[in-house]
C-alpha cells in the first residue's frame, strides 16, 4: 500500500489526476477505468476536465465502470450517479458515451443486471484503476459494514448511517433510496490498480483503522490492505491519525528522488 500525504484537498485532486494519467498512458489499446461519486472525487475530476481541455488529454479509448448506483432512480433524476457522473466529467470530456457503464438502478430484474454488470466488466478485460472513496463507518462503495470481503455487485441495503448521510443531497431523509446496486469487495479487488481517496478531519479515525488497522468486514475499506497494489491518496487532516504519518511522508520522498535519478 502506498500511501500519500499532500497538503490540502486540491493538492490531493492534482496527485490523484496525476495517477490516473500515468497509468492510462502505460495502456494505449485502451483503458479501463473504474469511478466513484460523491464529494470527494469530484477535485480530480475537474482536474481530469482541466488537463483534457488545456493539455489535449484524450479519453476516446476510455471505457468506464462506475461503483454503484441507487436504486429506483431513473438516470435522468438530479441525484442518480448517472447525472452526477454526466455533470461532473462525462459532458466535459471526450469519452464515447457507449464506453460509459454506470449500474442501472431502473432494470427490471435487479440480480440479473449484476451478473451482466460483472460480465461487462471481464468482457472489457478488467478494470484497469479503480477511484474510490471511504465512507463513515469505513465501508468502500456501498458495502457497508459486515459485507463479505468476497462478495460481488448486487443489490445492498443502506444502513441507516449511510440513508442520513445522503440526505443532504434530497429534500427529506423520506426520499432517500434505501436500497443501491454496488460492485461487490471482491470486485472492487479484481482491478490492477486501487485509487482511494479521502479528506477532511472527519474521515481521520476511519482511514487510519482502514489503513494501519486490522483487516476486517466492519471497515470494508481495510481489504485493501491485501491489495497487490493501493495507492492512498489523501490531504492532511483525513491524515492527522496515522501512527506512521511521518513514515509514509519519507517513502514518498525518496520515491520522487528516486524517479528523478
Known amino acids: 500500500m502506498q500511501v500519500f500525504i499532500k497538503k490540502d484537498y486540491e493538492e490531493m485532486s492534482q496527485k490523484a489526476a496525476e495517477i490516473?494519467?500515468?497509468?492510462?498512458?502505460?495502456?494505449?489499446?485502451?483503458?479501463?477505468?473504474?469511478?466513484?461519486?460523491?464529494?470527494?472525487?469530484?477535485?480530480?475530476?475537474?482536474?481530469?476536465?482541466?488537463?483534457?481541455?488545456?493539455?489535449?488529454?484524450?479519453?476516446?479509448?476510455?471505457?468506464?465502470?462506475?461503483?454503484?448506483e441507487y436504486c429506483s432512480l431513473a438516470p435522468d433524476h438530479p441525484q442518480s450517479y448517472h447525472y452526477f457522473m454526466d455533470?461532473?466529467?462525462f459532458n466535459h470530456i471526450n469519452i464515447d458515451k457507449k464506453n460509459v457503464h454506470v449500474p442501472d438502478g431502473m432494470a427490471k430484474d435487479l440480480e440479473a443486471h449484476c451478473r451482466e454488470y460483472?460480465?461487462?466488466?471481464?468482457?472489457?478485460?478488467?478494470?484497469?484503476?479503480?477511484?474510490?472513496?471511504?465512507?463513515?463507518?469505513?465501508?468502500?462503495?456501498?458495502?457497508?459494514?459486515?459485507?463479505?470481503?468476497?462478495?460481488?455487485?448486487?443489490?445492498?441495503?443502506?444502513?441507516?448511517?449511510?440513508?442520513?448521510?445522503?440526505?443532504?443531497?434530497?429534500?427529506?431523509?423520506?426520499?432517500?433510496?434505501?436500497?443501491?446496486?454496488?460492485?461487490?469487495v471482491g470486485s472492487v479487488m479484481e482491478a490492477k490498480i486501487c485509487l482511494l481517496l479521502a479528506n477532511g478531519a472527519k474521515k481521520a479515525e476511519v482511514l487510519a483503522k482502514a489503513v494501519e488497522g486490522p483487516i476486517t468486514a466492519e471497515i470494508t475499506a481495510s481489504v485493501l490492505q491485501m491489495h497487490p497494489n493501493t495507492m492512498v491518496v489523501m490531504d492532511e487532516a483525513a491524515g492527522a491519525k496515522l501512527k506512521r504519518k511521518d513514515y509514509y511522508k519519507h517513502v514518498e520522498k525518496m520515491t520522487d528522488a528516486l524517479k528523478k535519478k
Open 118 to 184: 460483472e460480465k461487462m466488466i471481464r468482457d472489457a478485460g478488467g478494470i484497469d484503476l479503480q477511484v474510490l472513496g471511504i465512507g463513515g463507518d469505513g465501508h468502500i462503495a456501498f458495502n457497508e459494514p459486515g459485507s463479505s470481503l468476497g462478495s460481488r455487485t448486487r443489490v445492498k441495503t443502506l444502513t441507516e448511517e449511510t440513508i442520513k448521510d445522503n440526505a443532504r443531497f434530497f429534500k427529506n431523509i423520506d426520499e432517500v433510496p434505501k436500497y443501491a446496486i454496488t460492485m461487490g
Open 87 to 89: 455533470d461532473n466529467l
Open 20 to 68: 490516473v494519467v500515468e497509468e492510462m498512458g502505460r495502456k494505449k489499446d485502451g483503458f479501463v477505468l473504474g469511478l466513484a461519486t460523491g464529494s470527494t472525487p469530484v477535485g480530480l475530476y475537474k482536474e481530469l476536465i482541466r488537463m483534457h481541455k488545456d493539455e489535449g488529454l484524450d479519453f476516446s479509448r476510455v471505457t468506464t465502470f462506475n461503483l454503484d
